[in-house]
Nanobody, 119 residues
Framework: QVQLVESGGGSVQAGGSLRLSCAASGYTYSSYCMGWFRQAPGKEREEVASISPGGSLTYYTDSVKGRFTISRDNAKNTLYLQMNSLKPEDSAMYYC????????????WGQGTQVTVSS
C-alpha cells in the first residue's frame, strides 16, 4: 500500500523558512519521480516543484525559483522541500506526490501539510 506522509508545515512570518518532508512507503521510491504541489483556498492546485527518480532533473514553477529547493534521499525514502524567503502568497496546503515519466505524471498523493505565512 503506497503511503506518502508530509510533515514540517506550520506558521511563519514573511521572510522565514520552512522545510517540508514527505516520507514514502509501499513502493520502490527510487524508481519514481516526486513532486510538491500546493493549493490555497479558492485556487487551483499548482505544481510547485518536481524531481526525477535519481535527482538529476528538477522543475520549479516560476514563482518559487531561487527560493525553494526540492531534494530527495533515496536511502531514506524521503522527499524534501526547503522553502526560504517565504511570502504570504506561499500560504497553502502542500502535498507531495509520486509518479512516473518526465515531466512527472503523478499517481499517488499525500494528505498534505499546511503552510501559513503571515506578513
Amino acid at each position: 500500500q503506497v503511503q506518502l506522509v508530509e510533515s514540517g508545515g506550520g506558521s511563519v512570518q514573511a521572510g522565514g523558512s520552512l522545510r517540508l518532508s514527505c516520507a514514502a512507503s509501499g513502493y520502490t521510491y527510487s524508481s519514481y519521480c516526486m513532486g510538491w504541489f500546493r493549493q490555497a483556498p479558492g485556487k487551483e492546485r499548482e505544481e510547485v516543484a518536481s524531481i526525477s527518480p535519481g535527482g538529476s532533473l528538477t522543475y520549479y514553477t516560476d514563482s518559487v525559483k531561487g527560493r525553494f529547493t526540492i531534494s530527495r534521499d533515496n536511502a531514506k525514502n524521503t522527499l524534501y522541500l526547503q522553502m526560504n524567503s517565504l511570502k504570504p502568497e506561499d500560504s497553502a496546503m502542500y502535498y507531495c506526490a509520486a509518479g512516473t515519466r518526465w515531466p512527472c505524471q503523478y499517481s499517488y498523493w499525500g494528505q498534505g501539510t499546511q503552510v501559513t505565512v503571515s506578513s
